[in-house]
């Protein structure tokens, strides 16, 4: 499995910035896809997920508004997009992937996503890409 973050960048306070995740080797279909940041001397932070089989999303407070998450499932991508961006948005940003429909035979299981992602909810991640935004 591997996810490429791409599209980060350095913008001025209350610019827009749009980052994709492109995935490869997993069921996407079967999949939830988020996006973390981490900035320096911070925790990761979840802002937001999406579960591919029918584009439900969740959002953090911290970015509700501002931030809207989409896929294309034909590219096996997921895009960030990003509003009104503030110095505090600065940080590396990550997707994550984990399975979220598991086919056992005629059974399947699915797990509904509720609030925003927890690391420790994500198997698969990718290298990051740095976001700097500039008051």
């Known amino acids: 499995v591997q996810l490429v973050e791409s599209g980060g960048g350095s913008v001025p306070a209350g610019g827009s910035l749009t980052l994709s995740c492109k995935t490869s080797g997993l069921t996407f279909g079967d999949s939830a896809i988020a996006w973390f940041r981490q900035a320096a001397g911070k925790e990761r932070e979840g802002l937001s997920s999406i579960s591919i089989i029918d584009g439900r999303t969740n959002y953090a407070d911290s970015v509700k508004g501002r931030f809207t998450m989409s896929s294309d499932n034909a590219k096996s991508t997921v895009y960030l997009q990003m509003h009104a961006l503030n110095p505090e948005d600065t940080a590396v940003y990550y997707c994550?992937?984990?399975?979220?429909?598991?086919?056992?035979?005629?059974?399947?299981?699915?797990?509904?996503?509720?609030?925003?992602?927890?690391?420790?909810?994500?198997?698969?991640w990718g290298q990051g890409t740095q976001v700097t935004v500039s008051s």
């Open positions: 994550a992937a984990q399975t979220i429909i598991v086919r056992m035979g005629e059974n399947t299981q699915t797990t509904i996503l509720e609030g925003p992602p927890e690391p420790e909810e994500y198997d698969h």
